[in-house]
């Protein structure tokens, strides 16, 4: 369906106002994407940065949610290839061989799922190629009526897009005297931090606050919340980012090695001492030690390691001679340290040294928004594992996920995706032969955890209960989906008359980002479109 002329200069003048706007890159993005989206004849569109080798999606239209948490490395997919090697836009024919990434990833449609035609264009900063732009169809021949003098412009918008973000992205860093992060040195590989929520964005902010000093940072938050990536992102963003990061693992040290692995020792200190060796202070020296279940050193050594702390010096076992070193501490834990000081189980004085800057790590149960990011993260490289042409969660799961209480949070989420991936493959290949061995969808039934609501949130568990009275269940057999829209239905019609029509509220009550609770509330026809 083509629009009109007028349509189309209003769409362009509101992409020129944006670029003036105060607006962050993600908001940006997305608001371009949503305006070219209206422009063409597609049923989905992405714009994704190349970050080395792999392409990274930064806005999304008609894609499931989980697309934006999802990695796409070039040499993996010969459509992206083709499209970043080629300095004109590339059209596929609709009966193309090569998979689209795509496939099975478009929402609102029935039937197939296969991109049938599609069409990119590679995006330019420096002269130096900065990402995609792709648009989608399913429907094959419906790029045929794309004006090429309208898709001229949407590249140059593109491209303005992104020139406008970087500019201010290197004007924020010059003001705050910052660098580009650097490449990281933790384990030889990099580990993204993903996440979009309110939680994510003020745990990222308290990173970049501390990151630049020296000063000792305490990381604390339930098992399986990603500490350790905390840890790593505020080393990598530190000035000693050049310098190695030493990880160690408190907890998984006997008693009797602890001073030596932190210290060192010289030959001969101990039976099995046949040479000196150098401890994790002297390794880490200019960089960074983190002392990952710092909970668990005996109040034997946390004298030892406050020492250390006080003076910068270390003394390997069996030596008489001090060492200096220069090392920032982050420390993490999951135990309430200051609980455990007053039943004497840990040091007054070596807290108050570590804990100089805390950082909490919000349990997943407070990032419902991430969930799907993560999940698209852990589905694609689960994709890549098992050799799938695509691998997508149903709707159904989608609204399972977010309303699971995850109390292994992230590590739990990767590896609950991880067995359902597996075993979608396996039902895929007895039962649900339709779409392919190499198409899978995950289906609630795929996982293997109870499913419940969130825990400690008696307020929202009482307002959930009381509307559930209200839910008036389908005769006969019902589709899980049918079930879940009237539920939500249901509920969102009982928060909008407990809250006065509050939508700020009821996104709140419900832990979901707003914007994603006015598009549910109009595909549910609670809301004008």
Known sequence: MSISYDETLAHLVHIIENLSDDMTPEARYQCLLEHLAHLFPCDAASLMQLEGQVLRPVAIVGLSPDTLGRRFPVSEHPRLQRIIDSDTPVQFPHDSELPDPFDG???????????HDCVGTRLMLDNAPWGLLTLDALEAGSMKSMAPEAFRTAIAMSNATVRMVSLINRLEVRVEQEQAVSQSLIADQVVEMIGQSTAMQSLQEEIKVVAGSDLSV????????????????????????????IHINCAALPGNIIESELFGHTRGAFTGAVKDRKGKFEIANHGTLFLDEVGELPLSEQVKLLRVLQNGEIQRVGSDQ????????????????????????????????LSVYPIHVPPLRERAQDVLLLSGYFLELNRARLGLDCLRLSEACNALLQTYAWPGNVRELEHAVSRAALKARSVVRMDRGKAGDGFVTVEPEDFDMQMHSFEGKSDTLGMLSTASKSVALPEGDAPLK????NYQRTLIRHLLKQQGGNWAAIARILQVDRANLHRLARRLGLKGR
């Not at 990833?105 to 991109?115: A, D, E, F, N």
């Not at 834990?333 to 455990?340: F, K, Q, Y």
């Not at 049918?482 to 829209?485: A, G, K």
């Open 322 to 353: 001090q060492i200096k070193v220069d090392v920032r501490i982050i420390a993490a834990t999951n135990r309430d340290l200051a609980v455990e000081v007053k039943e004497g189980k840990f040091r007054a004085d070596l807290y108050h040294r």
């Open 482 to 485: 049918v079930l879940l829209d």
């Open 105 to 115: 990833l478009v929402t609102g449609h029935q039937g197939s799922l296969k991109v």
């Open 218 to 245: 305490l990381v604390l938050g339930e098992t399986g919340t990603g500490k350790e990536l905390v840890a790593g992102a505020i080393h990598k963003q530190s000035h000693r980012r050049h310098a190695p990061m």
